[in-house]
C-alpha cells in the first residue's frame, strides 16, 4: 500500500468506500435477515407518518427500496449501504476540517474496522445508517458555518442557508431516530462553553434551524399525538424503567460498558476512550476537540449512566452516534502515530494490520456460516454455547424458508380465512418475513410493539390461525387459547440450513378467533378487539 498523503488522501478514501460499499452489498444480498431486521420489515411494507417503536424515515427508504429491488434482502438493506458510504464520506470531511486530509482517511479505515458500524450500522435494514447518515451531514454543515476559512468570511446569505440546509439535515436525523437530541444538546453546549462561538446563541440561524427540524419532524408528532403519544412514552420509559423498589444495578452497568467494548472491539474501544479523555482536557485549547467531545460525550454518558437503574439488556449501540465523533480525532491520532519516528508507528502499523485482519476473517466466517452453516459440521460445537444458548446463534440470522414452504404445502398461505400469528414480537416479524408479508399477522403478547399496529383484528374475527412459536406453551395457554375455541398442536415445523436440521418452531392450529371470554387488560390485543388503541 502506498504512503497516504494529503494529497493522495481524499482519492484513497473513495476507494476505500467504493470497495467496502460492494462487499456490503453481497453481504446484504447473500445473507438472511436479522431478528430485528424480520420484525422492521413489515413497516415497509405499510406507509404510515410514524410507528410505534421508531420515527419513520428508515421505513420509508426501505419501502422505496423494496419496490425498485424486489421483496428480498438486498432491497431492504440497499439505503443502509449506500447511507454508510455517505457517512464515511462526510466524516472524511469533516476530518479533512478539523485536522487534516490523510487524518480523515485513516478514521474512515478505523470505524470500517469496528464491529458494530461495519455490518450491522452498515448494513441492515435498522434506523441507525439514516441516523449516522444525517448526523454526520448535519455535522458537516454546522462545521462550515462555525469553523470558516481563515482570513476568509461567509456572507449572510450563505450563512443562513446553511442553517437551512443544517435544519433539513436535523429533521431527517430526527426522522430517522430520537438519539438526535443529544446532538442538539451538544452542539448547544460546544457554542455555550466556547467565548469564539458563543455569539451564535444569539444569531437566528440556530433558531430558524431548529424550525425547520420541528416542521420536518411533524409526521412524528402527529402519529403520536393520533396514538397517545406512545412511542415517546414507549421510548422514555426504557430509559426510566424502575423494577419494582430503587437500586442500585452496578451489575448492568458493568455489562454495558463491556458490551459496548466488544460491539466496538475492545482493541477499538480503549483508542476511542483515551480520545474521549484527551478531547475534555484539549476543549478548551482546541476547537476542533471541543466540538468532538460534545458531540460525543453525551449519549455515551447518558445510555451507559442510566443502566445503573434501568435494564436496557442487550443494547449496545445506542452509545454508538457518540462514537462516531471520536474517530474523527482518532483519525489524526493515528496520522501523528504514523509520521512519528517513534515505536508508536510500528505499534500502530500492526495494530491496524491486526484490526483489518481480525475483522476480514470474522466477516467471512461468520458470513458464509450464515449462509451454508459449515460450522455445525466442522467447527467444534462448544463455540455455540459460550453466550449460555442452546442453538447455534447464527441462526437468528437465518430466513424461515422452510416455514413458508409449509405454509404452501398445507394449503394455508391460499386460504384467506387463515392468519398467522407468534407469541413474541420478535418471533412475530422471524414468522412474518418468512411468509413475505402475505398473510395477516398478529402477535399473542402482552409486548407486540409495531406489530399492534399494523393488523385490525376486529377484521380477522372468525378467522382461524396457524400459531408459530418456540417452546412457549405458558404462554399458549395463558395469552392465545382464551382467545379461540380450540388450539391443537401440529407436528412441528424443522428449520433447516445445508441440509441440517438446526431449530424447531412449535405449530398450533387455532379455530375460530375471537374476543377473549376473560378481561385482559394487560395485552393491546384485547383492547383493540374491545374497540379501543392498542396502548
Not at 413474541?424 to 414468522?431: A, M, P
Request: glycine share 8%.
Amino acid at each position: 500500500m502506498k504512503k497516504i498523503t494529503d494529497n493522495n488522501a481524499a482519492a484513497s478514501a473513495k476507494i476505500l468506500i467504493f470497495i467496502t460499499f460492494i462487499i456490503r452489498l453481497l453481504i446484504a444480498g447473500f445473507t438472511g435477515l436479522g431478528i430485528g431486521e424480520s420484525y422492521y420489515f413489515r413497516g415497509a411494507l405499510q406507509f404510515n407518518l410514524s410507528y410505534f417503536d421508531q420515527p419513520p424515515l428508515f421505513f420509508w427508504l426501505g419501502g422505496l427500496s423494496i419496490r425498485i429491488f424486489g421483496l428480498n434482502t438486498f432491497g431492504l438493506r440497499f439505503p443502509a449501504v449506500i447511507l454508510f458510504a455517505g457517512t464515511c464520506w462526510f466524516m472524511f470531511l469533516v476530518a479533512r476540517k478539523f485536522f487534516n486530509a490523510t487524518s480523515g482517511f485513516w478514521a474512515v479505515v478505523v470505524i470500517n474496522l469496528s464491529a458494530v458500524f461495519t455490518v450491522p450500522v452498515a448494513c441492515w435494514f435498522q434506523p441507525d445508517a439514516p441516523l449516522m447518515f444525517f448526523w454526520m451531514v448535519s455535522v458537516y454543515m454546522i462545521v462550515l458555518i462555525m469553523f470558516p476559512p481563515k482570513n476568509s468570511e461567509i456572507t449572510k446569505r450563505k450563512i443562513y442557508g446553511l442553517w437551512i440546509l443544517t435544519g433539513v439535515t436535523m429533521g431527517l436525523a430526527t426522522l430517522s431516530k430520537y438519539h438526535v437530541l443529544f446532538l442538539f444538546a451538544g452542539v448547544f453546549l460546544f457554542a455555550a462553553t466556547n467565548k469564539k462561538q458563543r455569539h451564535w446563541l444569539s444569531h437566528p440561524g440556530p433558531y430558524i434551524a431548529v424550525l425547520v427540524t420541528f416542521i420536518i419532524a411533524l409526521p412524528i408528532l402527529w402519529w403520536n399525538y393520533q396514538n397517545h403519544w406512545a412511542s415517546f412514552i414507549f421510548q422514555g420509559s426504557r430509559a426510566a424503567e424502575i423494577h419494582e423498589k430503587f437500586k442500585w444495578h452496578f451489575d448492568w452497568l458493568l455489562r454495558s460498558i463491556g458490551g459496548q467494548a466488544v460491539w466496538l472491539l475492545p482493541w477499538i474501544w480503549v483508542p476511542l476512550i483515551v480520545q474521549l479523555v484527551k478531547s475534555y482536557r484539549l476543549r478548551k485549547i482546541s476547537q476542533s476537540y471541543s466540538f468532538c467531545f460534545w458531540t460525543a460525550v453525551l449519549p455515551i454518558i447518558f445510555f451507559t449512566i442510566v443502566t445503573l437503574w434501568s435494564d436496557l439488556q442487550y443494547h449496545f449501540h445506542w452509545q454508538a452516534p457518540g462514537y462516531m465523533m471520536l474517530f474523527i480525532p482518532l483519525g489524526f491520532a493515528i496520522e501523528q502515530n504514523l509520521t512519528a519516528l517513534t515505536k508508536w508507528r510500528r505499534i500502530t502499523k500492526r495494530w491496524l494490520a491486526i484490526s483489518a485482519g481480525f475483522i476480514i476473517l470474522i466477516v467471512g466466517v461468520v458470513g458464509t456460516h450464515m449462509v451454508t452453516g459449515f460450522w455445525q459440521s466442522y467447527g467444534p460445537k462448544w463455540v455455540v454455547s459460550v453466550g449460555g444458548g442452546t442453538i447455534d446463534p447464527t441462526i437468528e440470522g437465518v430466513d424461515y424458508k422452510d416455514l413458508g414452504l409449509r405454509f404452501e404445502k398445507e394449503g394455508w398461505m391460499q386460504n384467506k380465512k387463515i392468519f398467522a400469528a407468534s407469541t413474541r414480537w420478535w418471533l412475530t416479524g422471524k414468522v412474518d418475513w418468512a411468509l413475505k408479508g402475505k398473510k395477516e399477522i398478529i402477535c399473542f403478547n402482552q409486548d407486540p410493539r409495531n406489530t399492534a399496529f399494523f393488523v385490525n383484528p376486529k377484521s380477522l374475527e372468525g378467522f382461524d390461525a396457524i400459531l408459530i412459536s418456540r417452546d412457549q406453551q405458558y404462554s399458549i395457554d395463558a395469552d392465545v387459547k382464551p382467545f379461540f375455541d380450540e388450539v391443537t398442536q401440529l407436528p412441528d415445523v424443522e428449520i433447516t440450513r445445508g441440509g441440517i436440521t438446526e431449530l424447531k418452531l412449535q405449530a398450533h392450529y387455532c379455530k375460530n378467533f375471537h374476543v377473549s371470554l376473560v378481561p385482559r387488560e394487560d395485552m393491546p390485543l384485547y383492547r383493540q378487539l374491545t374497540g379501543r388503541l392498542p396502548f
